[in-house]
Each structure stands twice: as C-alpha cells, then as structure tokens.
C-alpha cells in the first residue's frame, strides 16, 4: 500500500520530474571541505580529514575514510582536533 494520494496527479513529465530533482539535490547538496595540518613554517602539510558540511552539521572522515564523527560545523571539528597542538586549516572545496 502506497503512502502517496492515489489521486494525486504526477508531477510534469519523467524529464520535467528528473530535472526537478536534479534542482532539489543541487539545492540541498552539501559543501566539500578538508581539513589541512600544517608541518613547521610552510615545510609541508597533509590533509587530516575530509568533511560535507550540511545546513546544520559537518560529517567527518579521516585520512584513511573512516567516519571520524558529526560536528556542529567544520569549525567546531577544526577547534576540537587543534586542541592537540596541531596547526589545522579550514579549506572548503566547493564554493
């Protein structure tokens, strides 16, 4: 049984659809970060983790992609693992 209005007429044709779709996930797409340490005075860096930032979170995953936790922001995430002492920057991917 279906949860939908069996009344309820489609909306648009398959392709008029698809691209109201395609609009909604652009619209709610999440923002591509990492998270760079830095070595010594400009010698060398890596990326530390990499993130999606949502409206109102940020997921994390390591270097090695593993889920490392949900953050309230990439800043929050940044200011948590610097506490260690590490020198850590905030590089967003997607404009």
């Known amino acids: 049984m279906s949860m939908l209005d069996p009344v309820t007429a489609p909306l648009g044709t398959q392709e008029e659809f698809h691209l109201m779709l395609v609009e909604l996930a652009n619209a709610c797409a999440p923002r591509r970060f990492a998270i760079c340490e830095e070595h010594g005075d400009r010698i060398d860096g890596r990326v530390f983790a990499w993130g999606l930032a949502f409206e109102d979170s940020a997921l994390l995953c390591d270097d090695e992609q593993a ?16 506490r260690s002492g590490r020198r850590l920057r905030l590089i967003w991917i997607d404009e």
């Open 67 to 82: 889920l490392t936790g949900r953050f309230r922001s990439p800043d929050s995430a940044v200011r948590l693992f610097a």
